[in-house]
């Protein structure tokens, strides 16, 4: 199970630290990644992290948002700075590296409402 929080309303320009707790996975073992959704678009992939902490972004997000986990307490961390209206979106943690639809990815939290507005 993935269990989110940290999401919230930001005004432009402002920054918000996603977590993502991880229960009843080999945890240390496991790649994750961090993806989203906009009102009337589709998901987009934006971070995965593999166990060692190898970490790839999107082109998206480059520069803004950065990836981090701790495997001694079976965290995931988003930090996301210089948010943007167009960051608007729920995100998710989920379990696998890379993907571009739902069926990519194994497990999936329940996900964190982030909004960038002023």
């Known amino acids: 199970q993935l269990v989110e929080s940290g999401g919230g309303l930001v005004q432009p320009g402002g920054s918000l630290r996603l977590s993502c707790a991880a229960y009843?996975?080999?945890?240390?073992?496991?790649?994750l990644s961090w993806t989203r959704q906009a009102p009337g678009k589709g998901l987009e992939w934006l971070s995965g992290?593999?166990?060692?902490?190898?970490?790839y972004y999107a082109d998206s997000i480059k520069g803004r948002f950065t990836t981090s986990r701790d495997n001694r307490v079976n965290m995931m961390y988003l930090q996301m700075d210089n948010l943007k209206p167009e960051d608007t979106a729920i995100y998710y943690c989920?379990?696998?590296?890379?993907?571009?639809?739902?069926?990519?990815?194994?497990?999936w939290g329940q996900g964190t409402q982030v909004t960038v507005s002023s």
């Open positions: 989920v379990t696998g590296i890379y993907g571009s639809v739902r069926s990519d990815f194994g497990h």
């Open positions: 992290i593999y166990s060692d902490g190898l970490t």
């Open positions: 009843g996975l080999a945890f240390n073992h496991t790649g």
